[in-house]
């Protein structure tokens, strides 16, 4: 199978730059994995199309402000982006710099917080910072909202809001779980109120979620590491649906990789750690019936993820069909219902 079979050519007027009025405003697509059928609704039709008993899966992590500015020692100015936190003081992160910092450089990130380079993890570096205040209370002082590459304006306050979802707890991500981003805490209740069980598993998301494929072959692919949490909670909501004839609805793909990887062993069961669950087309899902997603980059590994999900083929037509109907894509863009194919 090779990467080059999910490429798509995109408008570039198609790249939304900013989110809808309303978080519950965008459009959503609707695929029926099984017979390749298409749908254009309203995002605010979601909830007539889960039915009590199902349940809601949302991942809620929280982004960090993860971008930083800064200078070597020598003068050179560089930009910082934590992929994430490993200790009090120090983290590993991306460096963009003129000249690549040597172990042992010193760095200033924001106005004035010492760093040191203390060590290389592949293409991370690892950084201790100096001043005595924490990683996180240097991000929270000085770090700005991380917005994808493909979103080309600094980011204003518009973003600290809208790049975060309603129901973000635990911080660590570098990128938003962007199809959670369109629920408003009324539709979460109007979700609740109808018997829709809501349940919360965690994955943070890192920064390689923006990286490009770079193997020829999509099986030579290997995925970064992202830290997950499945709550015996998260299980036991799933139990209960299953129990009562309800359907996993996974909101966005990390919701989905957090829950499949707990069910590794053939059974969900309550686990924390590390994931590189690389999910593309032959692999057999264990726990997800239904998944709300973004429409994702082309090449990348989450659009392998969803057409695993949803069939190559039919993935391709609606990933057309949403163009020729002017959906708005990625991070800020419209979201799409895939019910499995299989």
């Known amino acids: 199978m090779l990467v080059s079979e999910f490429d798509y050519p995109l408008p570039p007027e198609l790249i939304a730059q900013h989110p809808a009025p309303e978080r519950t405003a965008s459009r959503l697509l609707r695929l029926e994995g099984a017979s390749g059928a298409l749908e254009d609704l309203r995002f605010a039709d979601l909830t007539r199309l889960v039915a009590p008993n199902d349940v809601v899966v949302l991942n809620d992590t929280r982004v960090i402000k993860a971008r930083l500015g800064g200078r070597k020692r020598t003068g050179g100015k560089i930009e910082v982006f934590i992929e994430r936190i490993i200790a009090p003081h120090e983290a590993l992160a991306m460096i963009r710099a003129s000249h690549p910092p040597a172990i042992g450089a010193e760095l200033v990130v924001g106005p004035a917080v010492p760093a040191r380079v203390i060590g290389r993890e592949d ?12 990683v996180e209370q240097v991000l929270e002082r000085h770090g700005t909202v991380p917005l994808p590459p493909y979103i080309t304006h600094t980011p204003v306050a518009e973003d600290t809001e809208r790049y975060q ?9 570098v990128a938003a779980p962007t199809a959670g981003l369109h629920f408003d805490q009324t539709m979460l209740a109007a979700l609740a109120a109808k018997g829709v069980r809501i349940a919360t598993v965690t994955l943070h998301v890192g920064a390689g979620t923006f990286q490009p494929v770079r193997a020829e072959n999509v099986e030579d692919h290997r995925m970064h590491r992202e830290r997950f949490n499945v709550p015996k909670e998260a299980v036991a909501a799933v139990e209960a649906a299953r129990a009562a004839g309800g359907r996993v609805l996974a909101v ?27 999910i593309h087309p032959a692999y057999a899902f264990r726990v997800t019936e239904r998944l709300l997603t973004n429409f994702h980059l082309p090449k990348s590994s989450l659009l392998m993820l969803v057409s695993a999900f949803g069939g190559a083929e039919n993935v391709r037509n609606a990933y ?23």
């Open 123 to 134: 293409d991370l570096y690892r950084l201790r910072f100096l001043s005595g205040i924490t």
């Open 165 to 173: 979802t309603v129901y973000a707890d635990k911080p660590g991500a």
């Open 252 to 278: 966005g793909s990390t919701s989905l990789r957090a829950l499949e990887a707990a069910a590794a062993s053939g059974k969900l069961e309550p686990l924390s750690g590390e994931t590189d669950l690389f």
């Open 320 to 342: 057309a069909h949403a163009i020729a109907q002017g959906y708005r894509f990625f991070s800020y863009g419209d979201a799409m219902l895939i019910e499995r194919n299989a």
